[in-house]
Nanobody, 120 residues
């Protein structure tokens, strides 16, 4: 069993910054891809950023140059540094990880979500 716990969401003014964290715990052997998704009200859940175990990074076009994803493999944690935030970044942000457990199963696991609101 693997769990993801997110933190760092909140209310911020346009142009401000937030840093999201997501830590995995449980029966972890290794973690492949770590990613952040977001879902605004009435919209589908979309990929924001993704980082592989080899360090390959992808960003949604809408966040390139403003958001930075990183990972700390020793702590099984992924971060999302969000700068120059815009009202359209308002959404629930979800962490996602592809994890190989100690029993050698592959689990695709989601966090509970953290609200990010950008508003003056």
């Amino acid at each position: 069993q693997v769990q993801l716990v997110e933190s760092g969401g909140g209310l911020v003014q346009p142009g401000g910054s937030l840093r999201l964290s997501c830590a995995a715990s449980g029966s972890i052997f290794s973690i492949y891809t770590m990613a952040w998704y977001r879902q605004a009200p009435g919209k589908q859940r979309d990929l924001v950023a993704r980082i592989t175990s080899g360090g390959i990074i992808n960003y949604a076009d809408s966040v390139k140059g403003r958001f930075t994803i990183s990972r700390d493999n020793a702590k099984n944690t992924v971060f999302l540094q969000m700068n120059s935030l815009k009202p359209e970044d308002t959404a629930v942000y979800y962490c996602n990880m592809e994890i190989r457990t100690r029993t050698q199963h592959i689990e695709n696991t989601w966090g509970q979500g953290t609200q990010v609101t950008v508003s003056s």
